[in-house]
């Protein structure tokens, strides 16, 4: 069972992390022109303001580059494309120094000069995926609630399901005490459509 100050520790844990503009974990084809050169790679994460990903040789920051990546949105069933294409420019990277046995560096790609309309669709892109994801980990909440509840009549009948409701049960009392936090992610998100 979680306790008050591993709550308060997961409170503050979620209020630190939000950032100016959400972020969704997504893979995504990715492609980073510089001068002449072409590096092909995949998205870790995405905002209306930049890109985490890994890269296999060393850029430093600072570096503008172009990008390029398509995303596509279901808005009511209706399939909506586009392709974003916008200056960029490196704001970190991991490992910070070029190492010659380094295969990837993760790099932060801030957008510079993105149109407004990309902007107006990535940012449309990312709360979609944030919300779809929310409402998912509540339905996973709820089954596993009413797994429990389900596990109770099963008990009477098998032994073995008194362990099984015995580990539900801890974990939905360890949820219990962390679903509000989804429950106003939820709501915020609603309230930004």
Known sequence: MMDKKAIKKDNNAIQKEKRRHPRFLTVLPLEIFLDELSIKTNTKNISSSGIFCAIDRYLPVKTRLHVNFKLLLEPDGQRMEKVVNSLAEIVRIEPSVEKQDCESYNIGITFLDMAQ??????????????????????????????????LVEIEECHPTAEHFRKVIERAVIDLDAAAHILDYEINELKNLE
């Open 117 to 150: 309309d990309e902007r107006n669709f990535l940012l449309e892109y990312v709360h979609q995926k944030n919300l779809k994801e929310a409402k998912d980990l509540k339905k996973m909440y709820l089954r596993l609630k009413e797994m429990a509840a389900r």
